[in-house]
């Protein structure tokens, strides 16, 4: 009885670090213009972006041609370099197309402010591009903590 | 049939007794020179006519009544001396009557529903007149800063193509690439824009360019630009939008951004639309409130609006058209 003690006192132990090496299941991703709520609602913005036309926002991306569905774009009044795109992709080449945009893009925003408003290139800096499946998030945001945190429950 | 009689007696109420005195010295109204497509007609029909020569007469024209009294516009024949046509070629029979109406009163510009614009002239704003539909802007093309895309986002102008984006000015329109085409290229806003030919070229530029030293350095850059303009587009007319307003806290807390240098800086933009024949469109009375100023609360920075207010924009220039229909 003695031997098994130390076996039934190590089987928790072990039970434990099992659960703990394995990553924390995430949430599936919401809807776009759900997902782009949650995001403004979050604080992280310094004005309230607004949710754009479709074609306006994919000819901004150069996406027209993207096969996405259901996405969604959100900009601000002109005054801060903030926005959000959330883009679920229809199959993995037009995720990947949309990431390399989103890229570009993000190149590009940074060289225009970078004369422009040089006061928002840090939050150009800190912009975060992800990719869960095949929906991408674009987000350039004042608070990028507080859009993580958003965004760390689905991506 | 019917439809075809009302507007032909729409089209002769509304130009023909106006005109007849002044067409009995000149009996065939001139070829037709307008140089947009969309126009209203007095009747209220919408004109798919374009600038094009008069097509061929037909071989059994349709005869339509003459209606009581009528002069020179009798409808039995066209004003260019061929017959009257059925209802395809009313349009285009339209759009004569218009233009002859306008040279009968030496007008030079009709709105863009069709009004005779009788004492506009290059140099003063554009006035106002009844609203168009937003397919009066399909031939449109809209270029310039910030604001401009905020237009192009929150407007709600989907007829029209826009190439807009922040940072820009009179001085890099042509040379900064900020276009994007796709996979990480970029095109000038001016060689994006000179893909297409457009009848309507609107600019909206100034804002970034009040940091500026010299106004005369803004007229300069600007009447480079509009000549570059019309190299690319010749065949489109030019319409400089002015500068919109800053709210009265922007203006007083700033030494550039400022209403009153709004004002010297749209003056400017005035000048150039009476030198160089574009028209100038005071969109600063779409934004602007009775103090003079863009509204307290609808702007986070005093000069961007918020993308509620961009809609008023669109109506501005709906009710603020002109076209030149004779030189």
């Known amino acids: 009885m003695k031997k098994l003690i130390p076996l039934l006192l190590a089987l928790p132990c072990l039970l434990l670090c099992a659960c703990a090496s394995k990553p924390a299941e995430k949430a599936p991703v919401p809807e776009a213009e759900t997902l782009a709520a949650e995001l403004l609602a979050s604080g992280a913005f310094s004005e309230d972006l607004a949710i754009a036309e479709d074609d306006v926002g994919r000819f901004l991306y150069a996406l027209e041609a993207l096969n996405a569905p259901g996405l969604c774009f959100c900009f601000s009044s002109g005054a801060v370099a903030e926005e959000i795109a959330i883009l679920p992709c229809a199959d993995e080449v037009s995720a990947q197309t949309a990431r390399d945009e989103c890229g570009h893009r993000l190149e590009n925003l940074v060289k225009l402010y970078t004369e422009y408003k040089p006061e928002e290139v840090p939050k150009l800096e800190k912009a975060m591009i992800l990719q869960k499946g095949n929906t991408v998030v674009f987000c350039v945001a004042a608070d990028e903590k507080k859009a993580r945190t958003v965004l760390d429950k689905y991506f | ?327």
């Open chain 2, 1 to 327: 049939m019917l439809l075809v009689l009302c507007a032909v007696l729409c089209l002769w109420i509304g130009l023909g007794r106006d005109s007849a005195e002044a067409a009995e010295a000149e009996p065939t109204a001139p070829a037709l020179t307008l140089r947009a497509s969309g126009a209203m007609l007095p009747g209220g029909g919408e004109a798919q006519a374009e600038a094009t020569p008069a097509p061929t007469p037909q071989p059994t024209p349709e005869p339509v009544p003459t209606p009581p009294g009528s002069g020179v516009f009798a409808p039995s024949a066209r004003p260019d001396g061929n017959a009257v046509t059925p209802k395809d070629d009313l349009c285009y029979w339209g759009m004569e009557l218009l233009d002859a109406g306008a040279q009968a009163h030496r007008c030079r510009f009709v709105s863009g529903s069709g009004s005779l614009l009788l004492d506009y002239d290059y140099g003063a704003a554009v006035p106002e007149s009844e609203a168009v539909g937003t397919d009066w802007f399909s031939d449109a093309v809209f270029i310039g800063n910030s604001l401009a895309q905020g237009f192009m986002l929150y407007g709600g102008l989907k007829t029209a193509d826009m190439f807009a984006v922040q940072s820009i000015s009179v001085a890099n329109i042509g040379t900064d690439h900020v276009i994007n085409v796709g996979g990480g290229n970029y095109l000038t806003i001016l060689d994006a824009m000179a893909r297409k030919s457009y009848r309507k070229v609107f600019v909206m530029l100034g804002i970034n360019e009040l940091s500026w030293a010299s106004k005369e350095t803004f007229y300069t850059k600007y009447s480079n630009l509009i000549d570059k303009i019309r190299e690319l587009e010749p065949e489109a007319e030019l319409y400089l939008q002015s500068m919109t307003p800053v709210t009265a806290r922007q203006s007083n807390n700033s030494t550039t951004f400022t209403n009153p240098r709004i004002h010297e800086y749209n003056e400017v933009i005035r000048q150039l639309a009476e030198d160089k024949e574009a028209h100038y469109v005071y969109v600063f009375d779409a934004f602007v409130d009775e103090t003079g100023c863009l509204p307290a609360g609808s702007s986070d920075d005093g000069i961007h609006p918020y993308p509620k207010y961009y809609p008023q924009w669109l109506t501005y220039l709906e009710t603020h058209t002109v076209m030149e229909v004779q030189r």
